[in-house]
């Protein structure tokens, strides 16, 4: 099977931090690509970090570089999301993602009906920022 699964989602004051987690199984472990993106409705899911499982480069989108940083336990299988000066508009569903081709860059907007060619989803975990 295959499985990725988000934890640590929640409920923050503005300026706080949260660390979200991806346990990721199957077929998905040997995927080099990996992502984390949010969503809010009405918009298209946007990428927010991506990491290179091989060489462990990273690559961030301008809205939370400098706060947000990804990183992985390999041994394992898990993938994470340091989110540091969190501000209201980083609210949304966050989602973690293995899919996409190296280099493994952001990926500014997926829509809906494009989620599966891109790659595999887990289920996604809530974060609120309030002011």
């Known amino acids: 099977q295959v499985q990725l699964v988000e934890s640590g989602g929640g409920s923050v004051q503005a300026g706080g931090s949260l660390r979200l987690s991806c346990v990721v199984s199957?077929?998905?472990?040997?995927?080099?690509?990996m992502h984390w993106f949010r969503q809010v409705p009405g918009i298209e899911r946007e990428g927010v970090a991506a990491?290179?499982?091989?060489?462990?480069?990273?690559d961030y989108p301008d809205s939370v570089k400098g706060r947000f940083f990804i990183s992985q336990d390999a041994a394992k299988n898990t993938l994470y999301l340091q989110m540091n000066n969190l501000k209201p508009e980083d609210s949304a569903t966050y989602y973690c993602?293995?899919?996409?081709?190296?280099?493994?860059?952001?990926?500014?907007?997926?829509?809906?009906?494009?989620?599966?060619?891109?790659?595999?989803w887990g289920q996604g975990t809530q974060v609120t920022v309030s002011s």
């Open positions: 993602a293995a899919g996409g081709v190296r280099p493994c860059t952001v990926v500014a907007g997926i829509h809906s009906t494009r989620l599966d060619d891109f790659g595999f």
């Open positions: 199957g077929y998905t472990t040997r995927s080099t690509c």
């Open positions: 990491i290179d499982r091989d060489d462990g480069t990273t």
